[in-house]
């Protein structure tokens, strides 16, 4: 039986063991900061959903607000036209030479009064809307830098696999930049 070549297992051997010794210290940093990085990235995603979530729950508020703020107006309006309709009884009563009744001119009185505290509350309705859509506002701005955030932490993690599939220690620190960049990012959104 003819022998094939002799591989020399000593010598292959040592060429693993300085591949490990050489490579796997970079894969292991590589490794290491890659899983930080993808830490980072839950976590900004989880801001990114919770803060989009409660800015369209407040839209949502502010909307149920403007409905309230409408109805108040129409029923405004209302109690303007029954005043009005007061004003026309008491014009045919003098238009014909008589005295109106006074009913008349207390019902016009009481509308004129219930309109101004109808307006009172379609206004308070408004500034509780304005109020809910200003905050509503902020919550969307800090999710776009959540969501620019998440963005760069995903790029940064792509590059650490790169690095370890190349074993490039320079695509390694572009993926760190671009990580220390998503860091920085999540926490100035943090502090808003």
Do not use: C
């Amino acid at each position: 039986m003819p022998e094939g070549p002799e591989v020399d297992s000593d010598k292959l051997r040592e060429q693993i063991d300085e591949e490990i010794e050489h490579g796997g210290a970079l894969l292991k940093r590589i490794a290491l900061t890659t899983a930080l990085l993808a830490v980072f990235a839950s976590l900004a995603g989880l801001k990114a959903a919770g803060t989009i979530n409660e800015a369209l729950m407040l839209r949502t508020e502010g909307a149920r607000l403007q409905v309230e703020a409408s109805d108040q107006w129409a029923f405004y309006q209302a109690k303007g036209l029954r005043a009005s309709v007061e004003d026309a009884a008491q014009a045919a009563w003098l238009a014909g030479g008589k005295e109106p009744p006074s009913e008349y001119t207390e019902k016009r009185e009481r509308h004129l009064a219930e309109q101004k505290e109808i307006e009172a509350r379609a206004r308070e309705k408004e500034q509780e809307r304005d109020a809910k859509l200003v905050e509503s506002d902020h919550l969307l701005h800090a999710h776009h830098f959540f969501a620019d955030a998440v963005a760069l932490f995903q790029v940064a993690i792509a590059l650490g696999a790169v690095a370890a599939l190349t074993r490039s220690q320079a695509v390694w620190f572009g993926s760190l930049l671009l990580g220390a960049g998503g860091l920085v990012l999540f926490g100035v959104t943090l502090s808003l």
